[in-house]
């Protein structure tokens, strides 16, 4: 069947039956590996908690502390918009939670707090 030169058709033959042998290898490990997990594996038993809803108390708005977080949004509108703040006029404030991830989150502290 081989002989000094291989033809095409010889070659696509031997191509496929080797990857043929690598997928069914592959195929064996992964039910063997599965049989495996079925045989050995225990799932682990978790102790009961009765968790506890402590109530929730509601601390009253402060009234400075919103004053001084609208003063300082606008002036950083301002500075931003390179205009003076009595052109601008907060009617709104709305606070929005963050929605980035935690990897996200601690990229950007650390980018902050690098020192050139």
Do not use: C
């Not at 033809?7 to 069914?24: I, K």
């Not at 050995?40 to 402590?54: G, L, N």
């Amino acid at each position: 069947m081989f002989g000094q030169t291989i033809s095409f058709g010889e070659g696509l033959l031997v191509t496929a039956l080797g990857m043929g042998v690598v997928f069914a290898t592959l195929i064996a490990l992964s039910y063997m590996l599965d049989l495996l997990r079925i045989l050995f594996y225990k799932e682990p038993k978790a102790p009961i908690q009765i968790v506890e809803k402590a109530p929730v108390l509601e601390e009253p708005a402060k009234k400075e502390n919103e004053e001084e977080l609208i003063a300082v949004i606008t002036a950083a509108v301002a500075a931003n918009l390179q205009t003076s703040t009595h052109n601008i006029v907060v009617r709104n404030i709305v606070r929005i939670g963050d929605q980035s991830p935690t990897w996200n989150r601690l990229g950007r502290m650390e980018q902050m707090n690098s020192r050139f």
